[in-house]
């Protein structure tokens, strides 16, 4: 996600809230506070709400992954064998049956779209 400044912000906002099944977007800052986001502002609350729950979860879904990354190193260390590299965290992706939840994490901030999965609400022609 670019976080060079506003404009590129500005232009990340705009091409997100062009796709035709997004619900809404947060842009999440290091702190777990939502500086920007499509809620209306009766709904302000459920968006500090998603904030601190959906940072909460991109950090402990970084822990898991250092951790395994860290069993995996131990573990290659002692076979000669595998591949040894960094993992990072780059996507994470939630889908019920009415929502769709994409968090793309950042250095600065964590991008969270909250969408229509496709074909959502279509009746099912058998």
């Known amino acids: 996600m670019a976080t060079t400044g ?14 035709d ?4 977007f947060l842009i999440i800052n290091s702190e777990g506070l939502c500086v ?8 302000r609350p459920l ?5 601190s729950l959906l940072q909460n979860l991109s950090l402990k879904v970084n822990s898991v992954l250092h ?3 860290n069993n995996n190193n ?6 000669a064998s595998g591949l040894s590299g960094s993992n990072e965290l780059q996507f994470i992706r939630l889908r019920t049956k009415k929502d769709e939840i994409i968090i793309a994490p950042d ?11 496709p074909g959502y609400g279509e009746e099912k022609v058998e």
Not at 6 to 19: N, P, T
Not at 21 to 24: F, L, P, S, Y
């Open 6 to 19: 506003g404009a590129d912000i500005e232009e990340l906002v705009k091409r997100v809230a062009m796709h």
């Open 21 to 24: 099944h997004v619900e809404g």
């Open 36 to 43: 920007r986001h499509s809620f209306t502002e009766a709904s």
């Open 47 to 51: 968006a500090v709400q998603y904030a």
């Open 67 to 69: 951790e395994l990354e």
């Open 74 to 79: 131990n573990f290659n260390n002692n076979n």
């Open 107 to 117: 250095n600065k901030y964590l991008l969270v779209v909250i969408q229509k999965p």
